[in-house]
């Protein structure tokens, strides 16, 4: 007998494994509320140390809204498989045709977020074929490597794995009070000990090479610029991981649509869900689902 997860879904919403060509992924699938004309699909993809359920918040407000969101677990995250010791299949390009087989799946074009380390993932699966998406919306997600500040607690995160168990890692990032980036959203579902679960679902060697990819990321805005998309960039007021600066600066590159969500950081979708819901469905409306050619 399979034993419950502990990860509850919203209501109305479905957690399963969605199948794709490149295995199975959990996925939390949130259908268009009742009574409301279905306006489009979007795929949220999570960031370093997060998962599906970091979504979990705005599922309610885009249903309302017309939209299907599904939420995933990539590869080695919370309740999606994963080697525990090999990096190799979690190089950034590995995770991005993941992304593109969960995008097919899905069985019509989407719109596609991710946050965080999630966007640029997300980004890396645009350049490599932009055919499965409608648009593309980069929340919290800079142009290139994190802060220096940031790229200190990464070390200091990879430092503590090659030494230590993840149950004892996450004992020294409850203590520590960790930035975002490195702990995951202390909001937006379950308390501590679901959290503690999800750390410890993370597979190793996911952390570590997902870890080295927020320290060396290029800058890849020029190659994103050439693709044929409607962008979003979308952030909190204040960011630690990413200068707000810097995203505003990103999005005048790539001709993108901006947003700042006002009494919000590093994870507006936490801290703003109603704000940064309404903000994903304006966008998504202006620019309504259609066959890619």
């Given at each position: 007998?399979?034993?419950p997860?502990?990860?509850?879904?919203?209501?109305?919403?479905?957690?399963?494994?969605?199948?794709?060509?490149?295995g199975?992924?959990?996925?939390?699938?949130a259908?268009?509320?009742?009574?409301?004309?279905?306006?489009?699909?979007?795929?949220?993809?999570?960031?370093?140390?997060g998962?599906?359920?970091?979504?979990?918040?705005?599922?309610?407000?885009?249903a309302?809204?017309?939209?299907?969101?599904?939420?995933?677990?990539?590869?080695?995250?919370?309740?999606?498989?994963?080697?525990?010791?090999?990096?190799?299949?979690?190089?950034?390009?590995?995770?991005?045709?993941?992304?593109?087989?969960?995008?097919?799946?899905l069985?019509?074009?989407?719109h596609?977020?991710?946050?965080?380390?999630?966007?640029?993932?997300?980004?890396?699966?645009?350049?490599?074929?932009?055919?499965?998406?409608?648009?593309?919306?980069?929340?919290?997600?800079?142009?290139?490597?994190?802060?220096?500040?940031?790229?200190?607690?990464?070390?200091?995160?990879?430092?503590?794995?090659?030494?230590?168990t993840?149950?004892?890692?996450?004992?020294?990032?409850?203590?520590?009070?960790?930035?975002?980036?490195?702990g995951?959203?202390?909001?937006?579902?379950?308390?501590?000990?679901?959290?503690?679960?999800?750390?410890?679902?993370?597979?190793?060697?996911?952390l570590?090479?997902?870890?080295?990819?927020?320290?060396?990321?290029?800058?890849?805005v020029?190659?994103?610029?050439?693709?044929a998309?409607?962008?979003?960039?979308?952030?909190?007021?204040?960011?630690?991981?990413?200068?707000?600066?810097?995203?505003?600066?990103?999005?005048?590159?790539?001709?993108?649509?901006?947003?700042v969500?006002p009494?919000?950081?590093h994870?507006?979708?936490?801290?703003?869900?109603?704000?940064?819901?309404?903000?994903?469905?304006?966008?998504?409306?202006?620019?309504p689902?259609?066959?890619?050619?």
């Amino acid at each position: 007998m399979t034993t419950p997860s502990p990860f509850v879904p919203p209501p109305g919403a479905r957690a399963y494994a969605l199948r794709t060509a490149r295995g199975e992924f959990a996925v939390v699938d949130a259908p268009v509320a009742a009574g409301v004309e279905p306006r489009g699909v979007a795929l949220l993809v999570p960031g370093f140390t997060g998962s599906k359920e970091d979504f979990h918040l705005l599922h309610e407000p885009l249903a309302a809204r017309g939209y299907r969101t599904v939420a995933v677990d990539g590869r080695g995250q919370n309740e999606s498989e994963g080697p525990a010791d090999d990096e190799a299949p979690y190089a950034q390009e590995e995770l991005a045709r993941d992304l593109l087989t969960q995008a097919n799946a899905l069985g019509t074009p989407v719109h596609l977020m991710g946050h965080s380390l999630g966007g640029q993932v997300a980004r890396a699966a645009v350049l490599l074929d932009r055919t499965p998406f409608v648009s593309f919306t980069m929340m919290s997600s800079g142009p290139a490597r994190i802060s220096e500040s940031q790229q200190q607690r990464v070390k200091l995160l990879h430092d503590a794995l090659a030494v230590m168990t993840m149950a004892e890692v996450w004992q020294v990032i409850a203590l520590m009070g960790p930035p975002e980036e490195v702990g995951g959203p202390a909001r937006g579902f379950g308390g501590p000990e679901l959290l503690r679960r999800r750390w410890l679902n993370h597979k190793p060697a996911q952390l570590l090479a997902a870890g080295t990819q927020l320290c060396v990321e290029p800058d890849r805005v020029a190659e994103l610029e050439a693709v044929a998309l409607p962008f979003h960039v979308l952030s909190g007021a204040r960011d630690d991981t990413w200068p707000v600066p810097l995203l505003d600066e990103m999005a005048q590159r790539l001709g993108a649509h901006r947003t700042v969500i006002p009494g919000a950081e590093h994870s507006p979708n936490a801290d703003r869900p109603a704000a940064t819901a309404q903000a994903l469905a304006d966008f998504w409306d202006a620019h309504p689902s259609r066959p890619q050619p």
